[in-house]
């Protein structure tokens, strides 16, 4: 009972921080990466907008993701905890794949393309949204990412609490 409250937990607090990082231009372009490389090329030509592109690798990003993420489900591994290392990593595993379940399909598919808050004031187009290629990837990209996290936090877990 606690995973799934801790897994609904996880969900709201990720929902809330994508939340609060859209809503202007200025915040969207923090997050400029996820969107359609037709919306990306508007960008890179807008004279407002293209000196806020921060170019970002796809190591540096998984990297990234890789410490927030572990710290993250560490923390809500604690009151999870158990002596068992394979309970701890499968508790890990199902919070870690549920998060990235929660952000393709309700947060990308539903929320993301539909809603008006991640588009550009002067990009208001919907059908420009739509191309969900790179969340896939992510998505894709983060089954790995929460296996690992899962392993190596359920190991850690296991030895030090």
């Not at 969107?35 to 990297?63: G, N, Q, R």
């Not at 927030?68 to 870690?96: A, C, E, T, Y």
């Not at 393709?104 to 059908?127: A, G, L, Q």
């Amino acid at each position: 009972m606690l995973l799934i409250v801790e897994a609904l937990l996880l969900s709201a607090l990720f929902f809330l921080i994508c939340y609060s990082q859209t809503g202007t231009d200025e915040k969207n372009m923090k997050s400029y990466r996820v969107y359609p490389d037709e919306i990306k090329k508007k960008l890179m030509k807008d004279e407002h907008l293209k000196d806020l592109i921060k170019p970002t690798s796809s190591s540096a990003i998984f990297v990234s993701n890789l410490v927030v993420f572990g710290i993250i489900l560490f923390l809500f591994g604690i009151p999870l905890k158990h002596d068992n290392v394979h309970i701890n990593v499968l508790n890990l595993l199902i919070l870690g794949q549920w998060v990235n379940a929660f952000d393709y399909f309700v947060i990308d598919r539903m929320w993301w393309r539909h809603s008006t808050r991640p588009r550009f004031k002067d990009y208001p187009n919907p059908e420009w949204y739509q191309d969900d290629t790179y969340h896939r990837q992510s998505f894709l990209r983060g089954i790995p990412l929460f296996c690992i996290i899962a392993i190596v936090d359920g190991i850690l877990l296991t030895i030090f609490l």
